[in-house]
């Protein structure tokens, strides 16, 4: 965790991991910018480079799709957890891809120009008042700089450096940056294939990956928010040995009501390390352990177990009429709870 | 310990309750990848036959040269596939015209390069050097006028002549403006691809109102589908679109 940096963290499952995500990509564009030219047949074909700049660049749009289907879907069902738990690897690749695509394009379109090269990118379109015929490119820029923002910045050095709320806006670019793609694509690109097939795939997936966030929305707004110092929980049969009941409280925060050997102990419900949602987590060996990447914390105090230093805040529990109620005052992070004792 | 059988811990190793389902969402992403792969691949749409013909061998010409609205030579003494009588529009190396043309306007000259054919579009794509283009032995001959066709209103796209005649596949097309503009600012041949054809052709040379270049407002409107009216003229075997830029309009 927080205690020293290590590059990456390497273990087996991120090697099979990463491999299989090398292996979907190398198998796309290689399918793409091998296979792609004897499958058309065209008489005069595709040029080289412009083929290749064709197959980085719609590799870069699925990758980004499909990382974004990541977290939504993990909210879902949380058999996709692992997946989360090494995005970054999958992020930093995109980054690669999508400037392999812009490389292409620079180095084909922007050269031998009257122009200097970066001017002639930047000033050879101005049409900025028309949709066919605009500069589709500054989106696609935008969305570049954007990828290559959060691939620097994704190492865990960063989130202690800029703090996790920083951090986490930041890494929020994905989704302006995603909506860049579907406009560059949509006004670039897809003008210059045959029929509407391209096109229809582009929508298909922004819309599959607004609707998965749709859905986790709405199953996390299930949890209504609830009001008041001291808010009802729930009975505490309902909660099972090592997991935890979420709830909403005034202000939009969530703390997690943990049942653990019986007794219960509550902890704020987003992880320090990147605001994970540790309500979904379990817990391990006396500590509840995050879903996304596995930070830890007692549930008596919100504190990792040493050498780790992260602390979240901690909430008193008490028992009225049958029900667990949680005072919705969190205490400061690391504050020691007595756990509640469950009735017989 | 039962939850720990299917709860993942990135430091731990994979439960083995999950194992099958991430083999399977591994294989999944695998065949997602290849299938997508091949299905934009084959959307892509084939470009026009078109291309540099280094199969002709280079390609040596005297003719007049003419700078307005675009490099052209008007040739007097054809080559094996670039006969006397015709107009052929000339480009340099990259998105350049020709670097020697300056001092040449309205000259008899001897020019020598490669062919770009699309169709009925030729361009001569010269070199650099004194070897490609160079001013010819004696006076330019007297050549026929141009010959006024009226005024027309057209529908079509404004490309440059170079990437459109195979420089590039595609050479036309949104995706591609930028590039287009850079050719024409570079100060290759602009040209009009016709929807229809006009008098048998379907390229047409761009010029501006006063026989000029396009002018920059033209600009906006390249490489989308547009009309436009003006003037065309014929000089030897190409037609001159002479536009009026006010009545561009995006269709
Ligand atoms: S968010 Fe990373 S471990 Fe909790």
Redesign the pocket.
Known sequence: ?SVSYIPVQWNGFKHRYNLALALAVGLYLWIFVELGPALLGHASPITPPIHNARAFGSCAFLMMSVILMIGPLARLDGRFLPLLYNRRHFGVMTALVALSHFLFVFNWYFVFTPLPSWEALLFSNTAYDRALGFPFEAFGMFALLALLILAATSHDFWLSFLTPRIWKSLHYLIYPAYAAVVAHVTLGAAQGVRGLAFPALVWALALLVAGLHLAAWRKERGAAAAMGEWVPVCRPEEIEEGRARVVRLAGGERAAVFRHEGRFSAISNA??????P?GE?RVVDGCVT??????QYRVDDGCSPAPFTEKVPTYRLRLRAGLIEIDARANPPGTPVQPLEAPR | MRARDEFFI?FFPIPPGLRPFLAAIAAALILLFAVAGWFAASTQAAPDEAGFRFDFGRQEVTGVLSLHPYPVIRVTEGSERLAAGRTVMLSGGGKFAPPQVAALDRRLVKAGGVILRRGDLDMLQIGGGERNLSAAEGDAPALSPPERLGRWRLEGEICDGKCAAGAMRPGRGLSHKACANLCITGGVPAVFVSAAPIEGATFLLMAGPEGGPLPPEALAFTAAYVSVEGEIERIGDLLVFRIDPATLRAL
Do not use: E
């Open positions: 965790m992880c320090a390390h990147q605001n994970g540790l987590g995050c879903p996304w990447h596995g930070f | 990135g």
